[in-house]
Each structure stands twice: as structure tokens, then as C-alpha cells.
């Protein structure tokens, strides 16, 4: 019986003698993380800009007559994605698309209502859809000049404006509405 415990210690003692880590000595610490599964959740981040669903609303009355709404808001669904990589960490940012529902009165009658996307402006200008691709809508308002032309001021004029994700690139696209619900849409690019 003396042999016999004496054989089971020398057996633990030799069991916690070859479980001391030797084998990942010479390995990097992103093999050992590789070889625990574990590499994937440090070397990615992931994040969402905005981070939830965002929603604007705007109702304006101008005095020519035209009453405008504006909703603009987050697309869950789509998005523009960033790739950058630091070391090994791999950081992506999805830039998700903000649409706009514009809506347009004139004497209490409805002549506009329309979804606007990049889509929509890629329709009449179609050599800068891989631009608007990688672009964000940052901000859409009615631009109604004060001083401008009575020709002018008969017709609602609202501002979209896109931004590059990645690098220093702005496109503005102008949308013209006439009383009678007809569209024009110009584009200045900065």
C-alpha cells in the first residue's frame, strides 16, 4: 500500500510536470490565441455609426405659399463599410445610409412626396454613383434664398448633402420643386 500511493504522487507530480505551458514557449501570442479560438475576438472591433436608429423630422411654411416636411432618417438595413487595420487589429466601422421622405405642399395640395436616396440622384447623374457608393447623407434642408428672383422663390429648393467616408470628398445636389409638382435637380460639387 506504501508502493502504492507512494506510485499515484510520482504519477500526479509527473501529470502537472508536462501540463507547464513548454509547448507554447516558442509561440507568438497570436498562435496561442489562434489555437484557443480566441484570436478572432481581439483582433476585430466592430462598430456603427450612428449606433441606433436616428430620426429628424422638419415641418416648414414658406411664405410663397409651399408647406415642406422633411423626415430623414437611419436605413438599418444598409450601409457603407471602413476598413482600417492597426497592428493586428482589424477595426470596421459600417457608415449606415440615411435616407430622406420629402413631402411637399402647395395651397394645402400635395405635389411631392418622395423617398430620397442615392439612387435618386444617381438617376440624373449616373457617373457619380461610384462616389455616392462610399458617401453619407450629412444634412438635407430647404435653402430658400431670401433676395433671389421672384422666378426663384415660386419654386421650393431643398439641399442634400453628401460626405465621403474615407477621404475629404462633398457632393451637393440641389432639388428644385415647381408648384406643379415638376423636379429639377442640379449638382455642385465641393
Same mark, same amino acid.
Given at each position: 500500500?506504501?508502493?502504492?500511493?507512494?506510485?499515484?504522487?510520482?504519477?500526479?507530480?509527473?501529470?502537472?510536470?508536462?501540463?507547464?505551458?513548454?509547448?507554447?514557449?516558442?509561440? /507568438?501570442?497570436?498562435?496561442?490565441?489562434?489555437?484557443? *479560438?480566441?484570436?478572432?475576438?481581439?483582433?476585430?472591433?466592430?462598430?456603427?455609426?450612428? *449606433?441606433?436608429?436616428? *430620426?429628424? @423630422?422638419?415641418?416648414?411654411?414658406?411664405?410663397?405659399?409651399?408647406?415642406?416636411?422633411?423626415? #430623414?432618417?437611419?436605413?438599418?438595413?444598409? $450601409?457603407?463599410?471602413?476598413?482600417? @487595420?492597426?497592428?493586428?487589429?482589424?477595426?470596421?466601422?459600417?457608415?449606415?445610409?440615411? @435616407? $430622406?421622405?420629402? #413631402?411637399?405642399?402647395?395651397?394645402?395640395?400635395?405635389?411631392?412626396?418622395?423617398?430620397?436616396?442615392? $439612387?435618386?440622384?444617381?438617376?440624373?447623374?449616373?457617373?457619380?454613383?461610384?462616389?455616392? @457608393?462610399?458617401?453619407?447623407?450629412?444634412?438635407?434642408?430647404?435653402?430658400?434664398?431670401?433676395?433671389?428672383?421672384? /422666378? *426663384?422663390?415660386?419654386?421650393?429648393? #431643398?439641399?442634400?448633402?453628401?460626405?465621403?467616408?474615407?477621404?475629404?470628398?462633398?457632393?451637393?445636389?440641389?432639388?428644385?420643386?415647381?408648384?406643379?409638382?415638376?423636379?429639377?435637380?442640379?449638382?455642385?460639387?465641393?
Amino acid at each position: 500500500m506504501k508502493h502504492v500511493s507512494l506510485f499515484i504522487l510520482v504519477a500526479i507530480a509527473m501529470v502537472f510536470a508536462a501540463c507547464d505551458g513548454r509547448d507554447r514557449l516558442h509561440k /507568438t501570442p497570436q498562435e496561442i490565441l489562434h489555437e484557443s *479560438e480566441l484570436l478572432d475576438s481581439f483582433s476585430e472591433t466592430i462598430s456603427y455609426v450612428p *449606433e441606433t436608429y436616428a *430620426e429628424v @423630422k422638419t415641418d416648414t411654411l414658406l411664405a410663397n405659399g409651399f408647406h415642406i416636411k422633411i423626415r #430623414i432618417y437611419t436605413d438599418m438595413e444598409r $450601409s457603407v463599410l471602413d476598413t482600417t @487595420k492597426t497592428d493586428s487589429i482589424i477595426s470596421k466601422t459600417y457608415y449606415r445610409d440615411i @435616407k $430622406s421622405q420629402v #413631402i411637399v405642399f402647395k395651397e394645402d395640395q400635395e405635389i411631392f412626396n418622395k423617398t430620397i436616396d442615392k $439612387s435618386f440622384f444617381t438617376d440624373t447623374f449616373a457617373h457619380h454613383e461610384a462616389d455616392l @457608393k462610399r458617401m453619407t447623407l450629412q444634412s438635407a434642408h430647404v435653402n430658400q434664398l431670401p433676395n433671389a428672383p421672384s /422666378t *426663384e422663390t415660386d419654386a421650393v429648393q #431643398i439641399a442634400f448633402y453628401y460626405v465621403h467616408i474615407s477621404r475629404d470628398l462633398k457632393k451637393q445636389y440641389q432639388l428644385q420643386i415647381q408648384p406643379n409638382g415638376e423636379f429639377d435637380i442640379t449638382n455642385f460639387e465641393n
